[in-house]
Nanobody, 126 residues
């Protein structure tokens, strides 16, 4: 079982920045680097959507809605994945969750992810 704990959410004004962190433990007998690590978000009344995902050698997928503003990164030595969010907009307001996937291809759908964190709230005021 892999445990994922997010941190770094909060309230920020439009145009501001936040950095989310997700610390992984357990790894279910595998190393952290074996997993794709993704960030999802779910706004009120909307479906959860993939924001970005990254694998062990930094191959990445980033959603068009955040491209150029958000950056995903990981530190395999610290078993941690990050989401740097810049130029935040009110429409970025959501609960952000990290997730881990043990797959070969790029996991862009929720069903590809095996483990999930509890989520952290990000609120962007106008």
């Amino acid at each position: 079982q892999v445990q994922l704990v997010e941190s770094g959410g909060g309230l920020v004004q439009a145009g501001g920045s936040l950095r989310l962190s997700c610390a992984a433990s357990g790894a279910s007998g595998r190393t952290f680097s074996s997993y794709w690590m993704g960030w999802f978000r779910q706004a009120p009344g909307k479906e959860r959507e993939l924001v970005a995902t990254i694998n062990w050698n930094w191959s990445r997928y980033v959603a068009d809605s955040v491209k150029g503003r958000f950056t995903i990164s990981r530190d395999n030595d610290k078993n941690t994945v990050y989401l740097q969010m810049n130029s935040l907009k009110p429409e970025d307001t959501a609960v952000y969750s990290c997730a881990a996937a043990l797959v070969r291809g790029t996991p862009t759908i929720q069903g590809a992810y095996n483990y999930w964190g509890q989520g952290t709230q990000v609120t962007v005021s106008s």
